[in-house]
Structures are given as structure tokens and as C-alpha cells.
């Protein structure tokens, strides 16, 4: 593998500890990482090489959702060698004199973990020393969501992209890309003839979104304060499961035909400004850094339709949201049920419709409920899965993480798995009309399934939110 230099501004930052670092810890572990490779780590706080040692050590043995597995001696050694560490101001140019005498040339990823503010003073300064032009090896540039805070700074911010950049040069990251289970979906569908002539109106009843989760902010209501949930994971991530369930196949798997599909979905999603409905959980407000009478989003649904031909008229339903239930994240295609009722029986289950199910997380998988006759000498049936279960082991941590995934992409600049600029753009003309329409959210039960509002809001359509079950594919 080519050696290159990472560098990552806000090496401190919480998205850095959760995502970044274990995922650096596991390529190494697998060998991902070239060995005469570095990994500069940049803050404002002075750090001596031990201080940066002992944060390295700390951040991985944090609790961590997605990265639960043993932290080997030797492996932590041999990556915190990678590492060096730079104090300094992101506006002053003495950091990025220092930047470049750290690493010199050649090629160098830089991953940016700041304030969207402070992206100027990043670029121009790297701009003014010499270090955003491609000389003598290729420069990328990874950066995070938030892509602007609305269209127009959105626009805004991908044109002072492309005064420093290339559009080859810039990967903008949303981790659900990353995940596994997202990608598999396009194999699910574009590798296995069988399922693709289903998924259309003829066939299906509507769709549902899900992504739940049972933990609150945290640490992190300065950040989530200003945002709420719907620009959080609704503008991004839930979108893109959105995409990835019901874009058209790709005319090859090439990063252009790949994202040209996803666009022309997201392009074509209705705001529907009077199906949208907004919660916040019991006790956020009292949340660190929440203000008291904060009027912030920890939940919403909505409604919405795929403007074309192959989608027409199925309605499709949203919801993400914190301190609820269950943590669960999944698309449902519910599809419509037979014309003739065969097994009239009663109580007999025949109304369950047969469900194909994209578990994102947990018990990762694919299943589709069916329904089935209960053994016995009556005519009684039952729903079961008929389940594709990834093969978790967590000694052998089966699935990557979608940090490396999408390390592993930018090293070798393939964006397929990235946002380009019409993308996120699309996304935003989306959400926009509905947070002009935001009003106080209705406050829900921590533990619930969120506001009754969200139940009303389906229930109306003579639908219901299904229950992501955990029945199939226990670990
Ligand atoms: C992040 C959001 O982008 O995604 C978080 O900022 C959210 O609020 C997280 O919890 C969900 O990601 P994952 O990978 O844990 O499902």
C-alpha cells in the first residue's frame, strides 16, 4: 500500500474518539495501514507524545456502541507510533508551516473534525503554504456533516470547496455509506434476479424508515442543541437508507452511475409540510449545554412520496429519534396483501403482510416475514423470517466498521460511498420546507416509542409502525 499522511484537525473532537481512532486501531490490527505511514493529530491543547499516548489508550477503552472488542498491546503500540501530535490555532499559518515540515509532501489525506466556520482558515491556509495542490502524490480532503446548515449555505459551502479543491479531491463523509449492511442492500437487490421485479407500486403497500435509539445526547447538547434531530440524522443518513431501498439500478457499479441514481431519488422526494411532526424527549432540556427552554427536536416522522412512476403513490414514513424504547435501525417494504383470502380463518394471522426488512442494526441482517402454516391438524398460520444473518463473531469484529470502509475508499479514491455536492444539495432542498414548518416539539416519555402525534400520523392511513423485532438473527 502507498504510504500517506493522515491528518486530522480536532483530533480531540467527539466524532474523532467514537468513529475515528477505533477504526484506525482496527486497520492496523488488520493491517490496513502501510507502515511508513504518519497520522497527525491537530488540537489547540498542548499535548506532550505520553499526553497523546494516554488519550489514544483512553479513547479506545471508552464505551463504544460500535467498537466492543479487546484492545491488543501490540497493535496499540505499533499505531500510536504512527502518531504525532500538533498544538496550534486552525487560523494561524505558523501551524500549517509546521504541518508541512511534519510531513513534507507526497500524498496526504486531511479529515477534518472542526467547526464548519473554522474550514476557511483550514483551506486557505493550507492553500498559502502549498499543501491543497497535488504535486508529487494525490491530496483528498474528508469532511463531515453537517454540509452546510441549509441550502444556501450548503451551496455556499461546496462552491469554497471548489476553490481549493477538485471535486475528485473531496469526499464528504456520512457514515451510513460506510455501513455494511447499507451496501449490501444494492447487492440484495442488483445481484439476486427475484426480489427487483417486487419492489414497485404493483406489489408494495407503503414503506417505513426507522431509526431508533434508547440513549439521549449525552456530552453532546452544545452540538445537538443547534441542529435536532431531523437535520442530525434526518437530512443524511436516514435519507440515504431512503435511497440505497428504492433508487434504480445502476447502469454499472461506478461511482458516477451509483450517485446519479441515489440523486435522482432524493431529487424527487416530496416535503410535505403538514405530515411532519417533531418531539423532544422528558428531561432534555435539563441536558449539559441544552438551554432550559430549548424548542430542539430529539424525534420526529414524517410522510413522504417518491416523485415516479415505479414508487407512485406508496407512501413512505420516517421516524428517528433519542431515549426511546429500543435502539434499532431498519427499512421496512411492507408489500400489499393477497386478493384472495384463502385460509379464512379467524385470528389465524392471514392479515400479516409479508415484510423484506434491511436490519441495519443490531442482529445486522436481511429477512423477509413470510407466513406459514403452524404444524398441527389445523389450518393456523404464523409469521416466520426467512433470514440472511451476517456472521457477527466479536472476537473476529466480522464487520467493518464504516469509518474504515471509508478510510479504505479515500485511500484508494473511490467515492462511490461518499456525498457529492448535488447530493447533499438535494438533501437539503428536502428538509428546508419542513424546518421552516418546525414548531415546539410535543415532549414524549423517555423509554417510549415517541409522541402519539407520530403514531397518529401513520394511523390515519390505516397503517401502523411496526416493531423492530429482535426474533431474528440473535446473537
Ligand atoms: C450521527 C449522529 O451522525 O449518527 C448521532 O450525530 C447518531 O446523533 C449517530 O447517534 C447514529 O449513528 P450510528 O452509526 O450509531 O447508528
Avoid at 442543541?225 to 434504480?248: E, P, R
Wanted: with cysteine; net charge negative; aromatic share 12%.
Amino acid at each position: 500500500m502507498q504510504p500517506f499522511s493522515l491528518v486530522t484537525f480536532g483530533i480531540t473532537s467527539n466524532i474523532v474518539q467514537k468513529y475515528l481512532i477505533p477504526s484506525l486501531y482496527d486497520m492496523e490490527e488488520k493491517g490496513l495501514l502501510p507502515a511508513n505511514m504518519i497520522i497527525v493529530g491537530i488540537a489547540r491543547r498542548q499535548m506532550s507524545e505520553k499526553d497523546l499516548a494516554d488519550y489514544l489508550h483512553q479513547t479506545l477503552h471508552l464505551e463504544n456502541l460500535h467498537h466492543k472488542h479487546e484492545i491488543k498491546a501490540e497493535v496499540f503500540q505499533k499505531l500510536c507510533k504512527k502518531f504525532c501530535y500538533l498544538s496550534g490555532e486552525i487560523e494561524d499559518r505558523d501551524l500549517y508551516e509546521k504541518l508541512k515540515k511534519t510531513i513534507g509532501e507526497g500524498n496526504i489525506i486531511y479529515y477534518l473534525a472542526t467547526y464548519p466556520e473554522l474550514y476557511k482558515y483550514v483551506f486557505d491556509n493550507l492553500q498559502k503554504v502549498g499543501l491543497n495542490k497535488q504535486k508529487s502524490g494525490w491530496v483528498r480532503l474528508m469532511i463531515e456533516k453537517p454540509i452546510g446548515h441549509d441550502l444556501l449555505s450548503a451551496k455556499e459551502l461546496n462552491e469554497l470547496l471548489l476553490n481549493y479543491f477538485t471535486e475528485d479531491q473531496i469526499f464528504r463523509l456520512d457514515h451510513y455509506l460506510g455501513k455494511e449492511t447499507l451496501q449490501n442492500i444494492l447487492t440484495f437487490r442488483f445481484a439476486n434476479g427475484v426480489f427487483e421485479p417486487i419492489i414497485n407500486k404493483d406489489h408494495i403497500d407503503h414503506i417505513q424508515i426507522t431509526a431508533l435509539e434508547d440513549f439521549g445526547i449525552g456530552k453532546r447538547g452544545g452540538y445537538y442543541d443547534q441542529v435536532g434531530a431531523l437535520k442530525d440524522v434526518g437530512q443524511n443518513h436516514l435519507l440515504q437508507m431512503l435511497a440505497f431501498a428504492t433508487m434504480d439500478a445502476p447502469g454499472e457499479f461506478s461511482n458516477e452511475a451509483v450517485t446519479r441514481e441515489r440523486i435522482k431519488i432524493l431529487k424527487n422526494l416530496q416535503s410535505l409540510t403538514d405530515k411532519v411532526v417533531f418531539g423532544q424527549y422528558e428531561g432534555y432540556i435539563k441536558e449539559e449545554n441544552v438551554a432550559p427552554d430549548s424548542a430542539t427536536e430529539t424525534f420526529y416522522a414524517l410522510k413522504t412520496y417518491i416523485r415516479n412512476e415505479r414508487f407512485k403513490d406508496i407512501p413512505i414514513y420516517i421516524r428517528a429519534g433519542k431515549k426511546l424504547k429500543k435502539t434499532a435501525t431498519e427499512i421496512s417494504i411492507v408489500f400489499k396483501k393477497p386478493a384472495n383470502r384463502l385460509f379464512k380463518c379467524f385470528d389465524c394471522g392471514e392479515d400479516e403482510p409479508n415484510v423484506l426488512i434491511y436490519r441495519i442494526q443490531p442482529n445486522e441482517a436481511i429477512v423477509f416475514k413470510i407466513l406459514t402454516k403452524l404444524p398441527g391438524h389445523k389450518v393456523k398460520l404464523q409469521p416466520e423470517y426467512m433470514q440472511y444473518c451476517y456472521r457477527i463473531d466479536p472476537h473476529n469484529h466480522y464487520i467493518p466498521d464504516p469509518y474504515e470502509r471509508l478510510l479504505v475508499d479515500t485511500i484508494r479514491g473511490d467515492q462511490t460511498f461518499f456525498n457529492d455536492a448535488a447530493e447533499i444539495e438535494a438533501q437539503w432542498a428536502f428538509v428546508d420546507p419542513l424546518i421552516e414548518v418546525r414548531k415546539k416539539p410535543v415532549v414524549y416519555q423517555a423509554g417510549s416509542w415517541g409522541p402519539k402525534e407520530a403514531d397518529e400520523l401513520i394511523e390515519k392511513d390505516g397503517r401502523k409502525w411496526l416493531e423492530p423485532s429482535m426474533e431474528f438473527c440473535r446473537i
